[in-house]
């Protein structure tokens, strides 16, 4: 007997920032790991998803990873009065078969091809035996929480005990965030790594 597949439905989730939507299908949109941002229409040749999204003119910035899309939006609406449509129309978009992301998509965390074990998914590589601890300590702790909240931290660089990062997604530009890597992160790191003695931010 043939299975059918799943009928595709996505449900929205708010997030910690109040202008991100967070909207979960339960198909994968991208390959795991993988990420994309788009700030503006004119960026959106890698994803037609992405370019249809932007048709709404509220929205200023589209996040994808794994099975999820993050929408931000400007001021001049309220979610409560778009998150219905929104939803059903990333939903039609799905069950249409058209291409999410092109096979030539360039993604915002691809890879060295010589990437190590424990880089993951990070354009950067870890210079030494501290960087090696810091990427596996983001991975196995810190990128799970943020994707939980419909964005992705990246590795940018470590230097003088300074830990930089680069937020995507529902993370970026978001009111808490600062709250997170001080009260939640570095604390984090400090319990499990002291050599790192503060995180700051670097958004895109």
């Known amino acids: 007997m043939e299975m059918k597949a799943a009928p595709i439905s996505v449900y929205a989730e708010m997030t910690p920032n109040p ?41 200023t910035n589209i996040f994808i990873s794994s099975n999820f899309v993050t929408v931000t939006k400007n001021d001049i609406i309220e979610w409560e009065d778009v998150t219905m449509d929104l939803r059903e129309y990333i939903t039609d978009f799905l069950k249409s078969g058209k291409e999410i992301i092109t096979s030539t998509a360039k993604y915002e965390n691809d890879s060295a091809k010589d990437q190590s074990s424990n880089s993951s998914n990070s354009s950067i590589l870890p210079a030494n035996e501290t960087e090696e601890k810091i990427f596996k300590i983001l991975e196995d702790y810190v990128k799970p929480a943020v994707e939980q909240d419909g964005g992705a931290i990246e590795f940018k660089k470590f230097e003088n005990g300074i830990l930089t990062v680069i937020l995507r997604g529902s993370c970026s530009g978001c009111p808490s965030s600062s709250v997170t890597l001080k009260n939640g992160i570095l604390q984090l790191f400090k319990n499990m790594l002291p050599e790192v003695q503060d995180v700051v931010a670097e958004e895109r």
């Open 19 to 59: 202008a991100t939507m967070k909207f979960v299908a339960n198909k994968l949109l991208v390959e795991e790991g993988k990420v994309l941002e788009f700030t503006d229409p004119s960026e959106t040749t890698d994803s037609e998803l992405a370019a249809s999204i932007f048709n709404f003119p509220f929205v």
